[in-house]
T-cell receptor
Framework: GQNIDQPTEMTATEGAIVQINCTYQTSGFNGLFWYQQHAGEAPTFLSYNVLDGLEEKGRFSSFLSRSKGYSYLLLKELQMKDSASYLCAVVDSNYQLIWGAGTKLIIKP | DTEVTQTPKHLVMGMTNKKSLKCEQHMGHRAMYWYKQKAKKPPELMFVYSYEKLSINESVPSRFSPECPNSSLLNLHLHALQPEDSALYLC???????FGNGTRLTVT
């Protein structure tokens, strides 16, 4: 079967750094997405990785290791507005998007 | 501002009503999607249109009827819904996936 695992909930402090991990086992791999979703709102695209390595975009970075079936999303200089759910999603060999359950990130002052 | 526009933002309908959700994108994407999302769950794929043709129907009940009039528009026609159909309905186009703001649907 296809499976994506990410922690259910994480807590971090304003101004700090947090890393949200995602491991996957899918039938094929054609890329991995990270989305941010605030409660009651639609998901917002954050990053897309298809090759191994680190992609940096402002305060957010995303890393991929295809051999390990592993990705992480790194958030720096955390702000209160970063409190949200973060969804990991993998594109499989049929170009279907397989979603993780999401990680709820709580930022404390 | 989102590049995928959905209307209405909120919809309350009775179980005997007929309503439609609308989605529009002008990014030239040739694939468009309908997702359903319940609280604290990831989005669930309902339909995929590729080049204006229905390519995926994830065994969605017939009370949901999609329509793709052209490459920029996607509709979801609703009829005889059940209270358990209450959810956030998301339209998206790709790639990568860009979501609209969603329609919050409540069935009474």
């Amino acid at each position: 079967g296809q499976n994506i695992d990410q922690p259910t909930e994480m807590t971090a402090t304003e101004g700090a750094i947090v890393q949200i991990n995602c491991t996957y086992q899918t039938s094929g791999f054609n890329g991995l997405f990270w989305y941010q979703q605030h409660a009651g709102e639609a998901p917002t695209f954050l990053s897309y990785n298809v090759l191994d390595g680190l992609e940096e975009k402002g305060r957010f970075s995303s890393f991929l290791s295809r051999s390990k079936g592993y990705s992480y999303l790194l958030l720096k200089e955390l702000q209160m507005k970063d409190s949200a759910s973060y969804l990991c999603a993998v594109v499989d060999s049929n170009y279907q998007l397989i979603w993780g359950a999401g990680t709820k990130l709580i930022i404390k002052p | 501002d989102t590049e995928v526009t959905q209307t209405p933002k909120h919809l309350v309908m009775g179980m005997t009503n007929k309503k439609s959700l609308k989605c529009e994108q002008h990014m030239g994407h040739r694939a468009m999607y309908w997702y359903k999302q319940k609280a604290k769950k990831p989005p669930e794929l309902m339909f995929v249109y590729s080049y204006e043709k229905l390519s995926i129907n994830e065994s969605v009940p017939s009370r949901f009827s999609p329509e793709c009039p052209n490459s920029s528009l996607l509709n979801l026609h609703l009829h005889a819904l059940q209270p358990e159909d209450s959810a956030l309905y998301l339209c998206a186009s790709s790639g990568p996936l860009h979501f609209g703001n969603g329609t919050r649907l409540t069935v009474t």
